[in-house]
Every structure is written in C-alpha cells, then in structure tokens.
C-alpha cells in the first residue's frame, strides 16, 4: 500500500493544479484524495517485455475496493520520445485514481536507447501484457483506455489504433513463454475501448518538414538517420491508420501549441469524421503545449467525463463501508 502521507502531498499538488478549494482535503472523510490515500495498492516496476537488453517496467494502481474487473487506464507520458519517465508522471493521472480507474503507468525505450518504431513496439507489448494479466489484476479488458500528452498521445494513439498489420506487435506475441513472469498466454485481438489523446502528434513525417520549436529537433533524434525515415514515420503516424471501426477517440490541443501544431489535433479529427469514428476535439483557445488555467483543466476533465459516460465506461467500485 503506498504510504498515505505520500497520497495526501500529491492530492493537495493537483488541486493547486487543477482549482479545486485545499479546504476540501483538510476536511477528513469527504475528501476523494482522503479516499485514495487510502484506498489505492501501487505494485512498482513490474517487468511487462526485455528489448534491446532493457528491462521495461509499468507500476500498477489499483483500488482496493475492487473486487473484480475494474476499468482500467493505461497512461503513457511524454517527452518527445527522448526524455520523460513514468514517475516524473505520476501527478497526471490522480483525477482517474479519483475516479476510481485502475492504471497501468507506463515506461518504454527513449531515443537514446532505440529509434522509431521501438517506443510503439513497447506500448503495444504492455498493452499485451495487460491482457495476459488481466486476471491477477482485476483488468477489465472491455473497458481499457489509453492516454498520454505529447509524445505520449501519440503513443495512446498507435496502442488504441494499430492494426495487426501494421507489423509492430511481433516483439509481444500472446503465445511466447518468457524468461521473466509476462502472465498466462493470450492471443486475443488488441483492442481498447477510448482514447484520450493529450495534444499528441498525429503525422511524424509532417513534423520532419516543419521548423523545430522551443523543444528542438526531437522527431529527428527519434527517427535516427536511417534511409528509410520517412516510411518508417508513415509507418508510425496515426494518421496512417485512421479507419472505420476505431475507438471512440477524444483530442484535447490548444490552438497556439509551438511544439505539437494545431492542425495535428485538426486533421485527426477530420480524418476520424470521415471514416465515421466517433470522436471529440476539445481546442484550448490560446492554449500552448500543456500547462492550461486551473479553469481550462477544470473544463477538460468535465469533457473526459462526459466521454467515457458517453460511451459507457465510467469505473464502478463498490461504496466505501
């Protein structure tokens, strides 16, 4: 159980971010953060796929008043592909622990350890993983969503839309036995149930082409040198794979991003409407990369929630005795 002291220090850390009143957590019972203080188990550093003579690791969340299947959010950080870890993200997911979600926080390879396509690689092996340990840790794999910001969005987007045939899932296959603890075989069909794409980016080879901003050149310190850059960022574009029959997807972007452009978060969601998926653009007007108001966090979140209600997938736990 993580310790309580710890919860409440990330509790009043999100209500300063997000505008709700700090009385409410010295309150005592009614308070939700007092509620997942108490009421969440932390399984850290679980080993999900070895790659590149890596051990990647996913720390698992989960209520304790969970007594089966439990909707299940995995998170993604971001990063550019080159920096960020699943710690340094831990903050961002606290609204879903208020929701009641089980989460899987994820890691994968940077840059600095494997190019393109390696990061799509390894969150489409922890989406495996989470299907072959469903069981053990009460996922319910009919109500996954993926999430992320940045180059994390984009990696919620290649995990929650990929086809099989995009070729990217062979290093998790369902059926292999491994080394280390991956869980029961499972062969099932990747799938999930919504999106959440925090101002990801939709078409990699579009950003090959533009002028870096204040992040730098981090889609070409992904992509490498390679001769085949450019099939390899198609490859990895969502963009690329937008069909009918997706995932309910919701995009939240801000229209004066220098680091992710706009009309990322534009195209997809034209592209989704003309394939017929259903899909949501939330435009944070004047918004840049992230770091909204506490008002436009606030108005976020109450989108994200009528989403899921939407399409059915608010978490049920049981009532507190």
């Not at 794999?141 to 994390?152: E, F, H, P, Y």
Request: charged share 20%.
């Amino acid at each position: 159980m993580i310790a309580t002291s710890r919860f409440l220090v990330l509790g009043a850390a999100l209500m300063a971010g997000f505008g709700l009143p700090g009385a409410a957590l010295a309150q005592g019972g009614d308070s939700a953060f007092v509620s997942v203080a108490g009421g969440y188990s932390v399984t850290p550093n679980i080993t999900y796929h070895r790659a590149g003579g890596r051990d990647l690791k996913l720390d698992v969340y989960r209520p304790t008043r969970a007594s089966g299947p439990n909707a299940t959010l995995i998170y993604i950080h971001g990063g550019g592909w080159t920096n960020g870890s699943k710690e340094g993200s831990s903050l961002t997911f606290l609204p879903y622990l208020e929701m009641g979600w089980t989460v899987v926080n994820v890691a994968y390879r940077l840059a600095d350890a494997a190019h393109a396509p390696a990061a799509v690689e390894d969150c489409r092996c922890a989406l495996r993983w989470v299907y072959r340990n469903a069981e053990q840790y009460g996922f319910d794999l009919d109500r996954i969503v993926v999430t992320g910001n940045s180059a994390g969005g984009h990696l919620s987007l290649t995990t929650g839309i990929l086809p099989e045939s995009a070729g990217l899932d062979r290093q998790c296959p369902g059926n292999r036995r491994r080394m280390w603890p991956a869980g029961p075989t499972s062969t099932a069909d990747l799938s999930v149930a919504a999106v959440i794409n925090w101002y990801g980016i939709t078409d990699v080879a579009d950003l090959i082409h533009r002028t870096p901003g204040p992040s730098g050149s981090f889609t070409e310190a992904w992509l490498g040198s390679a001769p085949d850059r450019e099939d390899v960022a198609k490859r990895v574009s969502p963009l690329t794979h937008v069909r009918r029959g997706l995932p309910p997807i919701l995009t939240v972007h801000g229209d004066e991003d220098l680091i992710v452009p706009y009309d990322h978060g534009t195209r997809l969601h034209e592209a989704l409407d003309a394939a017929g998926v259903p899909n949501e653009l939330v435009t944070v007007e004047g918004g840049g990369h992230g770091r909204f108001s506490d008002a436009e966090y606030q108005r976020i979140y109450a989108a994200i929630r009528a989403f899921l209600k939407q399409h059915g997938l608010p978490a049920e736990l049981p009532a507190h005795k």
